[in-house]
C-alpha cells in the first residue's frame, strides 16, 4: 500500500510536468520562430539570387602580373562565395587605365544587370601628375551615371605618393572621401592598405601587389564589401 502511494505521487507530479510543458509549448515554439527569423536575416544567402558585382578599375584591379585566379575580382569572388554569398565578381579591370579612361569604356564595362561597383581609378591619374581636381569630376561623372542606374558603388581610394609634394598629396587623397560624403557612399579608404611599401608583398615594380599582397586586400576590404552586397535589395 505505501508502494502504491508513492507511486500514485509520483505519476500525479510527472503529470504536472507534462501539462506545464504542455501549457509553455506555444510560447517555445513562438520563441524558436522567432530566433529563425532573426538568424535568417543575418544570413549572407538570403539574396534569393546571384548578385552580380563589377570590380572597375585599373592594373590593381585586373592583376597585372598574376595569374587571373590571382587578380583581386577572382580572391574577392572566392573569399565571398566562402562566407556563404552567392555572387560573381566580373573583372573590369585595365592596365594602364585612368578615370576619364574608365568614363569612355564605363557603359560596357558595366552591363545591364549589374547590382554593384567596386570602383578603383585614380592611380594613374596620380603618377601622371594630373589636376586631383579633373580627376574628381571624372569619378563624379562616374557615380552618377552609376547611381542613374541604380547600382550600388562602393568607392575604393588611393593615395598620392609621397614625392608628389604635400599639397598635390592632401588634394589627391581628399578626394576620394569628399566623393563618398558628397554621394552618401561606403569609402574603403586605400585600397593598398598594408601591402603598400612591402618589398615581400609587393612584384619587382614595387607598386603590383603579388598574389599575397591581393590576398592581404582582399581579407582587408572584405568586411566593406559585404556590407555593399548587404545594401542590395532582393
Given at each position: 500500500?505505501?508502494?502504491?502511494?508513492?507511486?500514485?505521487?509520483?505519476?500525479?507530479?510527472?503529470?504536472?510536468?507534462?501539462?506545464?510543458?504542455?501549457?509553455?509549448?506555444?510560447?517555445?515554439?513562438?520563441?524558436?520562430?522567432?530566433?529563425?527569423?532573426?538568424?535568417?536575416?543575418?544570413?549572407?544567402?538570403?539574396?534569393?539570387?546571384?548578385?552580380?558585382?563589377?570590380?572597375?578599375?585599373?592594373?590593381?584591379?585586373?592583376?597585372?602580373?598574376?595569374?587571373?585566379?590571382?587578380?583581386?575580382?577572382?580572391?574577392?569572388?572566392?573569399?565571398?562565395?566562402?562566407?556563404?554569398?552567392?555572387?560573381?565578381?566580373a573583372n573590369a579591370g585595365v592596365s594602364?587605365?585612368?578615370?576619364a579612361d574608365g568614363l569612355a569604356r564605363?557603359?560596357?564595362?558595366?552591363?545591364?544587370?549589374?547590382?554593384?561597383?567596386?570602383?578603383?581609378?585614380?592611380?594613374?591619374?596620380?603618377?601622371?601628375?594630373?589636376?586631383?581636381?579633373?580627376?574628381?569630376?571624372?569619378?563624379?561623372?562616374?557615380?552618377?551615371?552609376?547611381?542613374?542606374?541604380?547600382?550600388?558603388?562602393?568607392?575604393?581610394?588611393?593615395?598620392?605618393?609621397?614625392?608628389?609634394?604635400?599639397?598635390?598629396?592632401?588634394?589627391?587623397?581628399?578626394?576620394?572621401?569628399d566623393l563618398a560624403m558628397t554621394y552618401?557612399?561606403?569609402?574603403?579608404?586605400?585600397?593598398?592598405?598594408?601591402?603598400?611599401?612591402?618589398?615581400?608583398?609587393?612584384?619587382?615594380?614595387?607598386?603590383?601587389?603579388?598574389?599575397?599582397?591581393?590576398?592581404?586586400?582582399?581579407?582587408?576590404?572584405?568586411?566593406?564589401?559585404?556590407?555593399?552586397?548587404?545594401?542590395?535589395?532582393?
Amino acid at each position: 500500500m505505501p508502494f502504491r502511494l508513492r507511486a500514485s505521487t509520483c505519476a500525479k507530479a510527472q503529470y504536472g510536468h507534462r501539462a506545464a510543458f504542455l501549457q509553455a509549448l506555444p510560447a517555445i515554439i513562438a520563441f524558436l520562430c522567432a530566433l529563425s527569423v532573426g538568424l535568417m536575416a543575418f544570413a549572407p544567402s538570403a539574396s534569393a539570387r546571384t548578385l552580380h558585382v563589377v570590380a572597375l578599375g585599373d592594373s590593381l584591379t585586373a592583376g597585372l602580373g598574376l595569374p587571373q585566379d590571382q587578380s583581386f575580382p577572382s580572391v574577392l569572388q572566392k573569399a565571398l562565395r566562402a562566407k556563404g554569398w552567392d555572387v560573381e565578381i566580373a573583372n573590369a579591370g585595365v592596365s594602364g587605365d585612368t578615370a576619364a579612361d574608365g568614363l569612355a569604356r564605363l557603359d560596357w564595362s558595366v552591363p545591364d544587370g549589374t547590382d554593384a561597383v567596386i570602383l578603383e581609378l585614380g592611380a594613374n591619374d596620380m603618377l601622371r601628375g594630373q589636376d586631383p581636381a579633373g580627376t574628381r569630376k571624372t569619378l563624379d561623372r562616374i557615380v552618377t551615371k552609376l547611381s542613374d542606374r541604380h547600382i550600388k558603388v562602393l568607392i575604393a581610394g588611393m593615395r598620392a605618393n609621397p614625392t608628389l609634394g604635400a599639397d598635390y598629396g592632401r588634394a589627391f587623397d581628399g578626394l576620394y572621401p569628399d566623393l563618398a560624403m558628397t554621394y552618401k557612399l561606403p569609402l574603403y579608404p586605400f585600397f593598398l592598405d598594408g601591402v603598400a611599401g612591402d618589398p615581400k608583398l609587393n612584384q619587382p615594380d614595387g607598386m603590383h601587389p603579388t598574389g599575397k599582397g591581393v590576398e592581404i586586400i582582399v581579407a582587408r576590404i572584405l568586411p566593406s564589401v559585404e556590407t555593399l552586397l548587404q545594401s542590395i535589395s532582393p
